[in-house]
């Protein structure tokens, strides 16, 4: 499942059930209703929903390739919305949070032998950086010619993914806040051990990196693994 070319946007959705809501009924509702729902529209490309493998909330993260950011909340997805099920309507009301993002793709980096069976990525590690604006320019130069060419060298790596953020919206709170952050990365691997290798370790411990940083103001680190991949209507 490699996202059409013309996958400009993404839909970046955290959520935490809460003590509201059953697990069981979430899983039901989210793999039956919801999810298939939103794969009805257009410019909607995929969906798959990940499970936090790190200890921390949200525990539930989707990804939606899309056409471009404001697909994300234009009047198609407003109309599945609105025609949702009371089910839906009541259970988007009853989470304890529910944190939708769009973002516009800035940059992406595939791994050459990349095939079909390579996505929806097994694991997902997601890093958004806020970076004072004197020193974005430095911050994006050295992501995409350090960085990523470095993370690119960590066993199971399969791409990374840049994006900033277009639209955010929050409904519930959690307790720590969640920082949202203007740029995201998204990592792809095949394998769970991908910060334990000394590629891993390589890639946060040089000069550049270090200089950067300091410009670095706020951070939002996650990992996950994939929960389930939903498929759009023939």
């Given at each position: 499942m490699v996202p059409p070319s013309e996958a400009k946007g993404l839909s970046f959705v955290l959520l935490e059930p809460g003590n509201l809501v059953s697990e069981a009924e979430y899983h039901d509702w989210y793999d039956s209703e919801h999810a298939p729902a939103r794969l009805t529209i257009p410019t909607f490309y995929n969906a798959a929903r990940y499970k936090a493998v790190d200890g921390q909330k949200p525990s539930y993260l989707t990804l939606y390739d899309i056409s471009e950011p404001s697909v994300a909340d234009g009047p198609e997805y407003q109309a599945v919305k609105d025609k949702g099920s009371e089910r839906d309507k009541r259970l988007l009301s009853t989470v304890q949070y529910l944190n939708r993002r769009s973002y516009s793709s800035i940059y992406t980096y595939t791994r050459p032998t990349v095939s079909d069976s390579d996505f929806p990525p097994q694991y997902v590690w997601s890093?958004?950086?806020?970076?004072?604006?004197?020193?974005?320019?430095?911050?994006?130069?050295?992501?995409?010619?350090?960085?990523?060419?470095?993370?690119?060298?960590?066993?199971?790596?399969?791409?990374?993914?840049?994006?900033?953020?277009?639209?955010?919206?929050?409904?519930?709170?959690?307790?720590?806040?969640?920082?949202?952050?203007?740029?995201?990365?998204?990592?792809?691997?095949?394998?769970?051990?991908?910060?334990?290798?000394?590629?891993?370790?390589?890639?946060?411990?040089?000069?550049?990196?270090?200089?950067?940083?300091?410009?670095?103001v706020g951070r939002e680190m996650r990992r996950f693994e994939l929960f389930k991949e939903y498929k759009r209507p023939e």
């Open positions: 890093v958004g950086l806020e970076v004072k604006p004197e020193g974005e320019a430095e911050f994006n130069k050295w992501y995409e010619e350090e960085h990523i060419p470095m993370i690119s060298k960590i066993p199971g790596w399969t791409r990374s993914r840049r994006f900033a953020l277009a639209n955010n919206m929050v409904r519930g709170s959690l307790e720590p806040d969640i920082m949202i952050c203007k740029y995201l990365a998204v990592h792809d691997f095949t394998r769970d051990d991908y910060l334990e290798s000394p590629e891993a370790k390589a890639a946060i411990s040089t000069p550049w990196r270090d200089e950067v940083v300091k410009g670095v």
